[in-house]
């Protein structure tokens, strides 16, 4: 049995939801293999011949899992949820995935384990704001126009 | 012996009553010649009045007259002597009365030039502090009506370059595609890389 351990989180998790929502596949998962495994000691026939692992698992960690490294990867990630730093970027608009997976790529090469949660808001008019647990940097053209607004003082006159 | 002292005893109380019957004499003696002599003397006086035909009855008069006149007399030169120290005691009354009012007004005048000198002064000294109270109030309210200018052109600018603002966002919202912001999120990101890493960087699992 060999031991199984997180490098990074992969990529396409991102945020704290898709965590949740991977422990749920893995606790489906394993409760599928054991209703299965179980119907087989009692000789009930079965149409289940061979477990595969989910779709989902092969999607995101390839051919570096297999089925007995369920239950650690899930500690690993429950571990993720409680001690990984979020970090909250807003958007002017929803992101295509290509910058997506850029700005989650440059933050991950901070900390390979920081969740990013993006929120769309076109108030913002361009730009970012970036939350931390401990910081809010406004990145965002609106604040830039606001800070700037004495530079505006006179443009009225040429109007 | 014995009988020698009571013989001795004997001669010495003989001689004391002796003595004593001649004392007794000597006094009455002495008592009848003074009887006499005041006698005597009543008689010469009445014989000497006899003599000047004076009547003990004018003579009292007279002397009573004479009394009087004494009296009267005394009482006229006390009254010449109360005069003239009465009049001397005007004088002095007066002589006082002039001194002290000549006082009484040199300081009154001392006292009404000092007043005036004073209230001058204070007078003075009023007008001046009225003249800077009037002078800082002035600059106290042109101060305030400065400020009062700045604060509305400032509140006034303000709500221009909120208007302002306001129109740019309404009119840029939604409309600078976030593709085309790529390059200026990375480049904020790189610019303010420290500041997150400080944040998300001691995290380890």
Redesign the interface.
Known sequence: MSEFK?KELPKQISNIAQIYQLISFIDEAISEKRSVEAANKVGMKSKITKIELPEMMQYFFEDSIEWNHLSELKK?LE??IS???T?TLT??????NK?RM??IN??RA??P??LVEIIVD??I????I?K????R?D?S??SL??EN??S??G??SNV | MFNLSQSTSSNIKQWIITLLIVFIIFVLVLMLTVKDDSKANKARRNSKNKQMNIDPIDLQKASEEALSKATDQMISKYKVQFDSQLKMNMLQLDQTFRNSLESITKEFKESLDDFRVKSQKIAEETQSKMLSVSEAVDKSTQAAIDLKKSQMVEKVENRINNILVSYLNNSLEGTIDLNDQEDYIFEKLEQNKSAILEDIKNVRI
């Open positions: 997180l690993e571990r993720i001690t990984s730093p970090v958007l002017s608009g929803i992101p295509s910058l850029r700005i440059w933050l901070i900390n384990f920081v076109s108030s008019i361009g730009g970012l970036v931390t647990d401990k910081k940097i990145l053209i609106s126009l606001l607004k004495d505006l003082k443009v009225m």
